[in-house]
């Protein structure tokens, strides 16, 4: 039996374990982390303490992305001591009726966690295709007859994402966008500009990771598929054809405006790097 894994935040009930009997100890998440990982990647592991009337001790509620890794975590692991000198309890969570949670996407870190994951760290790349300066002036407050203008930096990038063993290519747009307090001063400009075209990167990389579907099989073994749901018409553009789109639509791209994030491994010092494919 095969299991579809979506680059979002694991929102089902069987993706989720509730661990208790958890003994106080520094660096408790860090040791769960360690214990659970080792059967799947995690999303999340965070760690309560117990309301008064249950007693001293913690619990812990553990994120997989995958069900399946979720259930064999739970039965290898209820009972067992673990880390700590009394046996925990580790049940899978069960569904609350009537309540839905949005599976919301993942920032660009963990969708990168991910695919390294499942496909290894060559098994992918990415690339930027385009990175647009749209920076502007907004005009504000005129009601005693003059403009106050407070400058905007804007940037549109335009990523790709490729699994080249299995002939699937995705891409993602997507606009960072920040104001600028003292436009007078050129280093806070600069500041702003960098971490904007961060931003924008980072949340078009998300984006083109959002189609694809990474199905899980029995033997471990990993297919990849494009999600039909998440095709856009960007995905089916030559670069010049995208880069042509994306000036005229400048003015509508609001549909594209993911979570906000930072892409960690790109430096306000270095050029924004382009992850190409691996050499034969």
């Known amino acids: 039996m095969a299991e579809v894994v979506e680059f979002r935040v694991p929102a089902g009930s069987a993706q989720t374990l509730l661990v208790w009997g958890l003994e106080p100890e520094s660096g408790l998440?860090?040791?769960?982390?360690?214990?659970?990982?080792?059967?799947?990647?995690?999303?999340?592991?965070?760690?309560h303490r117990n309301a008064a009337v249950a007693g001293p001790g913690y619990y812990a509620v553990i994120k997989f992305y995958s069900a399946g890794d979720a259930g064999r975590a739970q039965r290898a692991c209820n009972g067992q001591r673990l880390f700590q000198k009394s046996p925990l309890k580790v049940c899978v969570c069960t569904r609350q009726k009537g309540f839905h949670q949005q599976a919301l996407a993942l920032n660009s870190n963990k969708c990168q966690e991910l695919a390294n994951h499942y496909l290894g760290f060559n098994g992918w790349s990415s690339r930027i295709i385009t990175l647009q300066n749209l920076s502007?002036?907004?005009?504000?407050?005129?009601?005693?007859?003059?403009?106050?203008?407070?400058?905007?930096?804007?940037?549109?990038?335009?990523?790709?994402?490729?699994?080249?063993?299995?002939?699937?290519?995705?891409?993602?747009?997507?606009?960072?966008?920040?104001?600028?307090?003292?436009?007078?001063?050129?280093?806070?400009?600069?500041?702003?500009?960098?971490?904007?075209?961060?931003?924008?990167?980072?949340?078009?990389?998300?984006?083109?990771?959002?189609?694809?579907?990474?199905?899980?099989?029995?033997?471990?073994?990993?297919?990849?598929?494009?999600?039909?749901?998440?095709?856009?018409?960007?995905?089916?553009?030559?670069?010049e054809e995208l880069k042509g789109l994306v000036q005229v639509n400048e003015l509508s791209l609001?549909?594209?405006?993911?979570?906000?994030?930072?892409?960690?491994?790109?430096?306000?010092?270095?050029?924004?790097?382009?992850r190409e494919l691996p050499s034969n």
């Not at 050129?186 to 990389?205: C, D, H, I, Y």
């Not at 984006?207 to 694809?212: D, G, L, R, T, V």
């Not at 609001?254 to 382009?274: A, N, R, T, W, Y």
């Open 29 to 47: 998440e860090h040791s769960l982390f360690l214990a659970f990982s080792k059967f799947g990647p995690l999303y999340s592991v965070r760690v």
């Open 136 to 239: 502007g002036f907004d005009s504000e407050n005129e009601e005693l007859g003059k403009a106050v203008q407070k400058r905007s930096v804007k940037y549109l990038c335009a990523v790709e994402v490729t699994v080249p063993n299995h002939g699937v290519c995705t891409r993602g747009v997507a606009l960072g966008e920040a104001d600028i307090e003292n436009s007078e001063d050129p280093l806070e400009f600069v500041t702003a500009s960098r971490r904007v075209q961060k931003l924008a990167v980072g949340k078009a990389l998300a984006n083109a990771f959002q189609k694809i579907l990474l199905v899980v099989l029995e033997n471990g073994k990993v297919a990849v598929e494009c999600s039909s749901t998440q095709a856009e018409l960007t995905d089916s553009l030559t670069e």
């Open 254 to 274: 609001e549909q594209f405006d993911l979570e906000e994030e930072v892409l960690s491994d790109l430096s306000f010092d270095d050029e924004l790097p382009s």
